[in-house]
Each structure stands twice: as structure tokens, then as C-alpha cells.
């Protein structure tokens, strides 16, 4: 079975602190990993996914997250919060290869976490 | 480059009515999915198509919910009749069809569903 774990419902960091979002996973063979941002009553905005390659993926925003295969994370990071960073965010896992018709192909999501970036 | 167009953005219904939503994917994503995001979850799979062949309804309640993409383009996801549960948002997307599952998928703005 493929979940994805948010362990935290809110981090609050201050502006200008380095912030860590984190995100455990769980999934058959090597994972294909993404993560998306929420705005209030928007859609999912793509932030950067995990192929293959580096550890360290950098997207967009100045966001970066680092894929650990031997802890089965893939933290979200940035160097120094924005108050515009406040927002929800999800982790989602995705198995590799599937065949048309198998459900590995679907997009598992944690349950988000609110990040809030105060003054 | 145009993303995923979904409309109506917000909907208030009575139980037992019926509604639908529609999707119009970035141009040239041959799949296409419609997701269930209830407040306080991630956003859950009802179904995805691949042109206009269902890849994945396993999650659909189909006694109630019904989705097509006739021309493989556009897509309506249908809720008839709508149960309380049903309020959530109800969110549209697309990404290119390839060999592997690592394609970015593309959402849209998102219908809000508001049963009362």
C-alpha cells in the first residue's frame, strides 16, 4: 500500500528562518515524489518533484527538498521564510512504471500542513 | 500557456440535488483526472482518463458520481443526488501521457461544493 505521512499539522517559523516542512512516504519500489502548495480558496500550485538523479530538488519559490531513500523522507526546505510563504502544503508519492489501468499510477497526498511565516 | 479551466468555481445545492462540474485540460494533456479534497485532507483520486477511456474509477461512488470525457478533451464529473458528505472541492487535472508515471500533474482552481 502507498501513503504519505504530514507529521505536522502547522509549523510557524519567523521571516527570514529557515524553514523545513517534512514528509515521510511509504511505496512499493522507488517512489516518484512532488510536492504542492494551497493558497486560501485556490487549486495546487507545483512546487518540484523527485525523478531520478540529484537528492537535492530545486523548484520553484526558492524551495528545495531533499530525497533520503534510507528514511523514506522528502523534506520541503527553504534557506529564508517570506510572510507570501504562508500556505498549505502537500507531499504526494506516486509509484514508478505502471501499466494503464493499475492504480500504482495514482497520486497519494499526506493530509497537508499550514505553514505560517509571521513578521 | 493556458492551465486547467474548471467552472463553476463555487456551487450551493440542497441534498438530493444534483450538480456538475466542468474541466477543460492544458492543451495537449491527454490524461486527465478529477480529484475529491475535503476540508483538512489531501486531495483524493475519483478518476482518471487517458484521452477518453477511464484509466482508474475505483475510488469513484459510482451509485451517485459519474464523470465522462466524450472527445477526449473536455471532461464533467456529475453528483447526483448529493449527499452532506459531498461538500468538499472538487479539483481538475491534467498531465502528459508517457511511458513513465514521473509527469507533472497540472491542477486547476478548484469547484467548491457546499451541500446543505
Known amino acids: 500500500a502507498q501513503s504519505v505521512a504530514q507529521p505536522e499539522d502547522q509549523v510557524n517559523v519567523a521571516e527570514g528562518n529557515p524553514l523545513t516542512v517534512k514528509c515521510t512516504y511509504s511505496?512499493?519500489?522507488?517512489?516518484?515524489l512532488f510536492w504542492y502548495v494551497q493558497y486560501p480558496n485556490r487549486g495546487l500550485q507545483f512546487l518540484l518533484k523527485?525523478?531520478?538523479?540529484?537528492?537535492l530538488v530545486k523548484g520553484s519559490y526558492g524551495f528545495e527538498a531533499e530525497f533520503n531513500k534510507s528514511q523514506t523522507s522528502f523534506h520541503l526546505k527553504k534557506p529564508s521564510a517570506l510572510v507570501s510563504d504562508s500556505a498549505l502544503y502537500f507531499c504526494?508519492?506516486?509509484?514508478?512504471?505502471?501499466?494503464?489501468?493499475?492504480?500504482?499510477?495514482?497520486?497519494?497526498f499526506g493530509r497537508g500542513t499550514q505553514l505560517t511565516v509571521w513578521p | 500557456e493556458a492551465g486547467v479551466a474548471q467552472s463553476p468555481r463555487y456551487k450551493i445545492i440542497e441534498k438530493r440535488q444534483s450538480v456538475a462540474f466542468w474541466c477543460n485540460p492544458i492543451?495537449?494533456?491527454?490524461?486527465l483526472y478529477w480529484y475529491q479534497q475535503i476540508l483538512g485532507q489531501g486531495p483524493k483520486l475519483l478518476i482518471q482518463?487517458?484521452?477518453?477511456?477511464?484509466?482508474?474509477d475505483s475510488q469513484l461512488p459510482k451509485d451517485r458520481f459519474s464523470a465522462e470525457r466524450l472527445k477526449g478533451v473536455d471532461s464533467t464529473l456529475k453528483i447526483q443526488p448529493a449527499k452532506l458528505e459531498d461538500s468538499a472541492v472538487y479539483l481538475c487535472?491534467?498531465?502528459?501521457?508517457?511511458?513513465?508515471?514521473?509527469?507533472?500533474?497540472?491542477f486547476g482552481e478548484g469547484s467548491w461544493l457546499t451541500v446543505v
Open positions: 492543451s495537449g494533456h491527454a490524461t
Open positions: 511505496v512499493s519500489g522507488n517512489p516518484y
Open positions: 487535472a491534467s498531465s502528459l501521457v508517457g511511458q513513465t508515471s514521473g509527469n507533472t500533474i497540472y
Open positions: 523527485y525523478i531520478t538523479g540529484d537528492n
Open positions: 482518463f487517458q484521452n477518453n477511456g477511464v484509466v482508474d
Open positions: 504526494a508519492v506516486r509509484a514508478r512504471n505502471y501499466d494503464r489501468g493499475s492504480t500504482l499510477g495514482r497520486l497519494y
